[in-house]
Structure formats: C-alpha cells, structure tokens
Nanobody
Framework: QVQLVESGGGSVQAGGSLRLSCAAS????????MGWVREAPGKEREGVAA???????RYADYVKGRFTISRDNAKNSLFLQMNSLQPEDTAMYYC????????????????????WGRGTQVTVSS
C-alpha cells in the first residue's frame, strides 16, 4: 500500500524558510516520479516542483529560484527547501507520486499523480 506522509510545515514570517519532508513507503520509490503540489484556500491545486525518476527537475515559475526539490532514494524521502517565503506561498502542501514515466512538464499538474499524502500546512505572514 502506497503511503506518503508529509512533515515540516508551519508558520513563518515573510522572507523566512521551511523544509518540507515526505516519507514514502509501500512501493519501489526510486522508480517513481515525485512532486510537490499546493492548494491555497479558494484556489485550484497547483504544481510547485517535480522530480522525475530519471533525475529531471522542473519548477513552477512562481517558485523558481526560491524552492529546491530533492530526494533521497536510500531513505525513500522527498524534500522541498523553501526560501524567501511570501504570503502568497500560504497553502496546504502535498507530496505526490506517479509510477508512470511522464513528460516533466506534466508533473507540474495534479492530473499526473496517482498517489497523494494528506498534506502539511504552510502559513506565511507579512
């Protein structure tokens, strides 16, 4: 059974940093593409960053240069380092996984993923 468990969310002031983690279990982690997707109140769920199984990375324009996605296959973990956080980054952040070899750009859409964690809340105050 695929399980994705996020942690590391919290409340920070604008300009601050957070590091999100996702612990994965129940599948062959290194063969899956992974991503972070967020959902703000009243908004559609949107992709933040994606890391394909071959190591390709793609960021959404609104986080490029501020967020860094990484994975540790030995520990079945996915990370998102978030720097220079802004109030508009406030959202529930979800870890997601796909067993298919997707086009990297597609991995920035919610439709690309079959498996989801329950999310971790990030709140950024001005």
């Amino acid at each position: 059974q695929v399980q994705l468990v996020e942690s590391g969310g919290g409340s920070v002031q604008a300009g601050g940093s957070l590091r999100l983690s996702c612990a994965a279990s129940g599948f062959t982690y290194e063969g899956y593409s992974m991503g972070w997707v967020r959902e703000a109140p009243g908004k559609e769920r949107e992709g933040v960053a994606a890391l394909r199984s071959d190591g390709s990375i793609r960021y959404a324009d609104y986080v490029k240069g501020r967020f860094t996605i990484s994975r540790d296959n030995a520990k079945n973990s996915l990370f998102l380092q978030m720097n220079s956080l802004q109030p508009e980054d406030t959202a529930m952040y979800y870890c997601a996984a796909s067993k298919y070899s997707r086009v990297i750009g597609l991995l920035l859409t919610r439709a690309a993923y079959e498996y989801w964690g329950r999310g971790t809340q990030v709140t950024v105050s001005s």
